[in-house]
């Protein structure tokens, strides 16, 4: 059975009310003005310094670290808990479990934060390792977050499926000629999903759990591109 890297924000959780509210206390602060809702939808899944770089039209570093100290600043005590755990998601957890299949979390999130959220809300016990992004930027990548946790976990490529909801998941499992899944479910559409390369989109969990008991879990990697 494959080891399987789950994202957090949009795969596991619906983050947007306290990612939005959180982005909103950023630029309203810096004198932005508002944002949109497909601009906060955007934010979801990618880097939050890619984000801020995007939303704010800049390439000024300083500015962006200002912007991420300011989300930080709500989000920290306040925002992360404004999130909720899709419905199906516990008992798709369970049966991969019981399938023989080990889970991870892979989230570009702070590996600091997602350790929170995982916590708070009961799913520690599905995922007992969460790999995510250091507050400084560091592994600020899906393809370095992959990485890191194939290291970790002393796996071969062909013994891990990557399964998230936006392209950069796609991408970054590709990298490694890691099983890519795309879920249809969260903030990617799935055209996005489809030109990043995924092997399956699915609509639903339990469309994941039929794709995941049809694939050969004998295959090897696939090709990195």
């Given at each position: ?66 912007a991420v100290r300011l989300y930080r600043e709500r989000f920290a005590d306040v925002g992360l808990y404004e999130n909720s755990v899709y ?23 702070p590996r600091v934060f997602a350790d929170r959220i995982i916590d708070h809300f009961g799913l520690r016990e599905f995922f007992p390792h ?96």
């Open positions: 059975m494959r080891h399987l890297f789950f994202d957090l924000d949009g795969t596991l959780t619906d983050p947007a009310p306290g990612i939005g509210a959180c982005l909103l206390h950023a630029v309203r602060t810096l004198g932005r003005g508002e944002l949109t809702e497909a601009e906060i939808r955007r934010c979801i899944g990618p880097p939050l310094r890619d984000g801020f770089a995007q939303l704010l039209g800049t390439e000024d570093v300083a500015l962006v670290e200002e419905p199906g998601v516990e008992p798709a957890l369970r049966q991969l479990v019981q399938a023989g299949h080990a889970l991870s979390v892979v989230t570009s999130k969460v790999y995510g992004a250091e507050l400084s930027g560091g592994l600020g990548t899906k393809s370095e977050l992959v990485a890191a946790a194939l290291s970790a976990e002393g796996l071969a490529p062909s013994g891990a499926g990557m399964i998230g909801d936006r392209e950069h998941d796609i991408i970054g499992a590709r990298a490694h000629g890691v099983l890519a899944i795309g879920v249809a479910w969260g903030y990617g559409p799935r055209a996005e999903l489809e030109a990043a390369g995924a092997d399956h989109v699915v609509a639903d969990f339990p469309e994941l759990l039929a794709v995941l008991r049809r694939i050969d879990v004998g295959a090897g990697p696939r090709d990195p591109r």
